[in-house]
């Protein structure tokens, strides 16, 4: 089966830029998806297609995908910016990444 | 405004069942797949089963597939996940989510329910 390989952490200062990693085998063949879950709220999309951007979603949060490596990159990252990140792709059914956790310093 | 509220979670012992709910609004629920999704402790988002809008196609994920059993009524809009043959593993957050979409992502997620399987 499909497997997605994500950071567990990853930190930044506030004002600098974030780029959350998902590997994956030829990822670039698929379609990826990221979610931002934040402790005790619902998970909101914040990138669809790999690049593309939910209403309501700022334009700090860009996407992309090449080789065997999708990028969420999140620009002037802000202390509301902390949650967890997940990639997913489908893969006959849906496959989610392991999650990697920001935290602004 | 789409929202999603599951309810029915709580402590279970193993070998018990437990029917978990998603209450939908804001959106035309019997057009939508529909889908549950868990998260344990220390772990990611696993998908468990999803169902089409009409209640006709109905996937399982292997981890779940002869425990957990999918439904819908679209005129109450809403989810249904029943889970039997439970295991201290299935302990989760357990969240109800909009998809997959003909994007094949999911895009409107509940604030989920915990699940905690324990003697």
């Known amino acids: 089966s499909y497997v997605l390989t994500q950071p567990p952490s990853e930190s930044v200062a506030p004002g600098k830029t974030a780029m959350i990693t998902c590997g994956g085998s030829n990822i670039v063949t698929k379609t990826v998806h990221w979610y931002q879950r934040k402790p005790g709220q619902a998970p909101v999309l914040v990138i669809y297609?790999?690049?593309g951007r939910p209403s309501g979603i700022p334009e700090r949060f860009s996407g992309s995908n090449s080789g065997n490596t999708a990028t969420l990159t999140i620009s002037r990252v802000e202390a509301g910016d902390e949650a967890d990140y997940y990639c997913q792709v489908w893969d006959s059914h849906p496959v989610f990444g392991g999650g990697t956790k920001l935290t602004v310093l | 405004q789409v929202q999603l509220v599951e309810s029915g979670g709580g402590l279970v012992k193993p070998g018990g069942s437990l029917r978990l709910s998603c209450a939908a609004s804001g959106l035309t629920f019997s057009d939508s797949y529909m889908t549950w999704i868990r998260q344990a402790p220390g772990k990611g988002l696993e998908w468990l089963a999803y169902?089409?809008?009409?209640?006709?196609?109905?996937y399982y994920a292997d981890s779940v597939e002869g425990r957990f059993t999918v439904s819908r009524d679209n005129a109450k809009k809403s989810l249904y996940l029943q889970m039997s043959s439970l295991k201290a593993e299935d302990t989760a957050i357990y969240y109800c989510?909009?998809?997959?979409?003909?994007?094949?992502?999911?895009?409107?997620w509940g604030q989920g329910t915990l699940v905690t399987v324990s003697s």
């Open positions: 989510a909009r998809g997959p979409t003909d994007r094949y992502n999911f895009d409107y």
């Open positions: 169902i089409s809008g009409s209640g006709a196609t109905i």
């Open positions: 297609y790999n690049s």
